[in-house]
Each structure stands twice: as structure tokens, then as C-alpha cells.
């Protein structure tokens, strides 16, 4: 059963910061928070993962809030190849792989 | 370093048959783990198998089983196919540190299993 609610689906025009919301309202205090996305029914890919902590790559930043009840992943300038469905997971601690993935968010990234 | 690779592709099926799908992690990795994705129940855990021992395991009958191999190397076996087996089935990699408390999981490109 997902542990995570995500809207539906979001639009975001190319070359702004696309902010994709997540609740886990019942996250345990080892478990992570994984996003991946997937495009066209390819596998999916990783993007990034926090526990507490404020995170950032190459690809987005992982804000958690104090709380850890909810995280928002930030893409900070959307291209057209960020249109796809975005998975937000928590994962790690007692189910350490067992991912449960919810249905997602569907980015639509428009010109 | 070569990523997550499934093999076959793409493989039709019909009723009553059995299938075996393959998955090679990436180099390194110990744990891979199965998925599987149908338009209706989205991507759904199956199981996962560590140092050829299964460790977790999701909701679907015994007609769904898996091994892994001393390669690390795994294979997921559905017998007495149905037509809602048809999904893609996906197969994820990860280092599994011992000690870790969290791994992430990258995954293959998939196998899409039709069943007629």
C-alpha cells in the first residue's frame, strides 16, 4: 500500500522551477524519502533521497519539512524532457527495498 | 559502468504458458528486486532477493517466483500464465552495504509480457 499522496498531474512552463508537493503523513522515523520519475514506460529513474535533511544534486533538490510529513522535489528550470511521471517513495528502514510506489504526478512540462 | 539490463524485451505469451525473465544488476550489486506495472494497479513490489535468499516479498500468488544466482544474477518465473499477467515487469539493483539503512534501487528498462 502507497505511503505517499501526490496530486494527479501538473504543468509547468519550460524554463521555470517546477515544485512537485508529497505527503507521508505516516512516514517512521527511519524511512526515507525516494523520488524517481518514469517517462513513456521506461524503467524508472532515480532522482534523489533524504531522511531529514534538505538535499541537492545535478538533477533537483529534495526539501523535507521539520516534521517530515511532507517533501516537495524541485526541478529549477523544467525542460521539455522533464514531462513524465514523477514518483515520490518512502522507502528504507524496516522495508529497506520493498518500495511501494503511489500513482504519481504527471508533469506536463509546456513550451 | 553498464546499468541495469532485462532480457527479452518484449515476449508474448498465451494462456497456460509459463515465462522466465532475466535480470543482470549492475556490476557490484547485490539485491535486486522485481516489480510490476499494469495501467490499473500501477507499479507493484514483488519480491526481492539478497545473496540468493529472497528477503522481501510483495502480495501475488505462488504462481510468481524468483531466484537469484551466486552472480547475483536473477530470473522470475510466472507459470499457468492469465491475461492480466500482462504488464511490464521490472527488475531493480542496488549495493546493499551491509549495515545500510537505506538503498537505492536503479532500475532495468523492463520486459513487456503480453499474454493472449
Known amino acids: 500500500d502507497a505511503k505517499t499522496t501526490q496530486p494527479t498531474s501538473m504543468d509547468c512552463a519550460e524554463g521555470r522551477a517546477a515544485n512537485l508537493p508529497c505527503n507521508h503523513s505516516?512516514?517512521?522515523?527511519?524511512?526515507?524519502v525516494y523520488w524517481y520519475r518514469q517517462i513513456h514506460s521506461q524503467g524508472p529513474q532515480y532522482i534523489i533521497h533524504g531522511l531529514k535533511n534538505n538535499e541537492t544534486n545535478e538533477m533537483a533538490s529534495l526539501i523535507i519539512t521539520e516534521d517530515r510529513k511532507s517533501s516537495t522535489l524541485i526541478l529549477p528550470h523544467a525542460t521539455l524532457r522533464d514531462t513524465a511521471v514523477y514518483y515520490c517513495?518512502?522507502?528504507?528502514?524496516?522495508?529497506?527495498?520493498?518500495?511501494?510506489f503511489g500513482s504519481g504526478t504527471k508533469l506536463n512540462v509546456k513550451p | 559502468k553498464a546499468g541495469v539490463t532485462q532480457t527479452p524485451r518484449y515476449l508474448i505469451k498465451t494462456r497456460g504458458q509459463q515465462v522466465t525473465l532475466s535480470c543482470s544488476p549492475i556490476?557490484?550489486?547485490?539485491?535486486v528486486s522485481w516489480y510490476q506495472q499494469t495501467p490499473g494497479q500501477g507499479l507493484q513490489f514483488l519480491f526481492e532477493?539478497?545473496?540468493?535468499?529472497?528477503?522481501n516479498k510483495g502480495n501475488f500468488p505462488g504462481r510468481f517466483s524468483g531466484r537469484q544466482f551466486s552472480n547475483s544474477r536473477s530470473e522470475m518465473n510466472v507459470s499457468t500464465l492469465e491475461l492480466g499477467d500482462s504488464a511490464l515487469y521490472l527488475c531493480?539493483?542496488?549495493?546493499?552495504?551491509?549495515?545500510?539503512?537505506?538503498?537505492?534501487?536503479?532500475f532495468g528498462p523492463g520486459t513487456r509480457l503480453t499474454v493472449l
Open positions: 517513495i518512502v522507502g528504507g528502514g524496516d522495508n529497506f527495498n520493498k518500495f511501494y
Open positions: 556490476s557490484g550489486h547485490r539485491s
Open positions: 532477493y539478497f545473496s540468493e535468499t529472497q528477503r
Open positions: 505516516t512516514i517512521s522515523g527511519n524511512e526515507y
Open positions: 531493480a539493483s542496488s549495493l546493499a552495504l551491509a549495515g545500510g539503512s537505506t538503498d537505492t534501487q536503479y
